[in-house]
């Protein structure tokens, strides 16, 4: 099992829920966060003063997905959230140990299925 965390353009968002659905997703974590990369932020006038902005608003999405689907919903993501600009985001694979869902006990494989 995986846990694939993408952090992707607000504005993306849901395409790239459509696409992971499509991809064998059976659910997803999302929030809302902060942060820059090589771009350092921007600068923007607003009433002729300008300023500015460090932290861009991104979402981050959390899917935990078996290893078959992986490369899947990993190769959706990184076509669904492409602009071709800077600031499209980041896509990370991490190992998952282990998963419960709480309702049945269920552990790994099944806990994460649909």
Do not use: H
């Not at 099992?1 to 992971?20: G, Q, T």
């Amino acid at each position: 099992m995986k846990l694939i965390i993408a952090v992707i353009k607000p504005s993306r968002l849901d395409a790239v829920i459509d696409a992971a659905t499509e991809a064998g997703a059976s659910g997803l974590t999302v929030t809302e966060v902060r942060g820059y990369g090589r771009q350092r932020g921007k600068t923007e006038v607003y009433r002729g003063a300008e300023y500015e902005i460090k932290l861009l608003p991104k979402v981050k999405l959390e899917i935990a997905a078996s290893d078959d689907i992986v490369d899947s919903i990993i190769e959706a993501l990184a076509k669904t959230a492409n602009t071709g600009k800077i600031g499209d985001g980041k896509i990370f694979v991490l190992d998952l140990e282990k998963a419960l869902r709480i309702r049945t006990g269920e552990v790994d494989a099944a806990a994460i299925a649909g």
